[in-house]
């Protein structure tokens, strides 16, 4: 399973919610599970399993399939529920 | 290292009132001095923000802002700006009140990763964030900063 963090450039905040997701990754055990970031126009549906961006971004990432949508990208307690609730709808835990 | 990059004369506080285009400008100001970055990259950075790039609001009033790397990143550098006096709100929107603005700036994609991830790690640690959004002074950012690194 893929998730892919997003951001317009693909290289500040896309970059922090990517390491976000990995420590979370690890903690939770997930097998099985790869994590990488870009920028949103390089991104298409068959990009990742799971798509994840910040509040601003929630309409250009519409259509992509399965997107997150974060209120802050430094909030790692909410970053921790959207993680696990993605790993429970693709069966990884 | 993060607490490398981030030396005390690249951490300012202003108790001024600002707009964000004063704010992005300030916080980029010790970068500009130092040749870490260009003229071009401060309007970049504002541009970006003015063309709707709200991303760079963190969350928690903690705003990042950088450019492309290509719009005049002479060396990746960080600095920081801490609004004493209330926030200078992203294109004036109450809902991104920033009153701590970093500003960013990489010379490619893959060289600022480890800097990326200590700033991204401390900023997602609650303790670490809440006591740096109260520090008064470099001198406590820069304490903050190393006590951080050195516990990991």
Known sequence: MKFLAMCSTGLGSSFMVRMNIEDIVRELQLPDVSVEHCDISSAGPDSADVFFVAKDLEEAAAGLGDVVVLNSIIDKDELREAVKAAAVRHGAL | ?152
């Open chain 2, 1 to 152: 290292m993060l607490s490398e990059l981030l030396t005390a004369e690249k951490i300012r506080f202003s108790s001024d009132s600002l707009t964000w285009r004063q704010a992005v400008t300030q916080v980029a100001e010790p970068l500009l001095a130092a040749g870490d970055i260009t003229a071009g990259y401060v309007d970049a950075m504002i541009e970006s923000i003015a063309a709707g790039g709200t991303y760079i609001h963190l969350g928690y009033g903690i705003a990042l802002a950088h450019a492309r790397p290509e719009a005049g990143a002479v060396r990746t550098s960080l600095s920081m700006l801490r609004l004493t006096e209330g926030p200078a709100p992203l294109l004036d929107l109450p809902e991104h009140a920033v009153d701590l603005y970093f500003c960013f700036a990489a010379v490619d994609a893959t060289a600022h990763t480890t800097a990326m991830s200590s700033l991204a790690r401390i900023l997602s640690d609650t303790e670490t964030r809440e006591a740096l959004r109260a520090a008064g002074s470099a001198a406590e950012v820069t304490t903050l900063i190393k006590r951080f690194e050195e516990d990991r």
